[in-house]
């Protein structure tokens, strides 16, 4: 079953969450993006894990903490943070990954892949209050974008601040659109 926006994420009662992420959730008031990847030690799944962590300072600007969730135990995490960058490791990460080793967490968030016991590639924004907010989940071959996850989180944290709302495409700094009817009409007609 796949987890809806706009209702409380399964992370804020699986067992299997590290503290970091307990607080994150329900203490700390900052926005979570939650990735989940097949396996330690491929291919596409490093590419992801060292993008969004050599851009995890642009995300705690927005108060907002990265976690990397794989079945892989956390002595196999270790193992491939000590495995340089040139030969397909992680090396230091400033981003923590989640060994969900019972894939409660996988299975709760909907991206199990039940046939081979691996995640999909799923990503969760989750708000400060413990809402999830929007979810993306790619099939296995194809990697995630860190900008849009980037405009995700800066979009929501925008409608959340200013109760109006981003059309697509939109960036920080860019026109928003008031949400009724006769309001509305400045921003369409300004864009049409």
């Given at each position: 079953?796949?987890?809806?926006?706009?209702?409380?994420?399964?992370?804020?009662?699986?067992?299997?969450?590290?503290?970091?992420?307990?607080?994150?959730?329900?203490?700390?008031?900052?926005?979570?993006?939650?990735?989940?990847?097949?396996?330690?030690?491929?291919?596409?799944?490093?590419?992801?894990?060292?993008?969004?962590?050599?851009?995890?300072?642009?995300?705690?600007?927005?108060?907002?903490?990265?976690?990397?969730?794989?079945?892989?135990?956390?002595?196999?995490?270790?193992?491939?943070?000590?495995?340089p960058r040139k030969e397909?490791?992680?090396?230091?990460?400033?981003?923590?990954?989640?060994?969900?080793?019972?894939?409660?967490?996988?299975?709760?968030?909907?991206?199990?892949?039940?046939?081979?016991?691996?995640?999909?590639?799923?990503?969760?924004?989750?708000?400060?209050?413990?809402?999830?907010r929007q979810v993306t989940?790619?099939?296995?071959?194809?990697?995630?974008?860190?900008?849009?996850?980037?405009?995700?989180?800066?979009?929501?944290?925008?409608?959340?601040?200013?109760?109006?709302?981003?059309?697509?495409?939109?960036?920080?700094?860019?026109?928003?659109?008031?949400?009724?009817?006769?309001?509305?009409?400045?921003?369409?007609?300004?864009?049409?």
């Amino acid at each position: 079953k796949a987890p809806l926006a706009w209702a409380l994420g399964p992370a804020k009662s699986s067992p299997c969450i590290l503290e970091s992420l307990r607080l994150a959730l329900t203490h700390a008031g900052k926005y979570v993006v939650l990735f989940f990847y097949p396996l330690d030690f491929t291919f596409v799944c490093p590419t992801e894990i060292v993008a969004f962590s050599d851009r995890a300072a642009e995300f705690h600007k927005l108060n907002c903490e990265v976690l990397g969730v794989s079945v892989d135990s956390q002595f196999t995490h270790l193992a491939w943070i000590n495995t340089p960058r040139k030969e397909g490791g992680l090396g230091p990460l400033n981003i923590p990954l989640l060994a969900d080793v019972t894939r409660k967490l996988s299975s709760d968030y909907g991206v199990l892949k039940e046939d081979e016991g691996i995640a999909y590639r799923g990503l969760f924004v989750i708000d400060g209050k413990g809402v999830l907010r929007q979810v993306t989940i790619n099939d296995l071959p194809v990697g995630r974008s860190v900008d849009e996850a980037l405009r995700l989180v800066q979009a929501f944290q925008y409608t959340d601040e200013h109760g109006e709302v981003c059309p697509a495409g939109w960036t920080p700094g860019s026109d928003t659109i008031k949400p009724n009817v006769d309001d509305s009409k400045e921003y369409f007609s300004k864009h049409n």
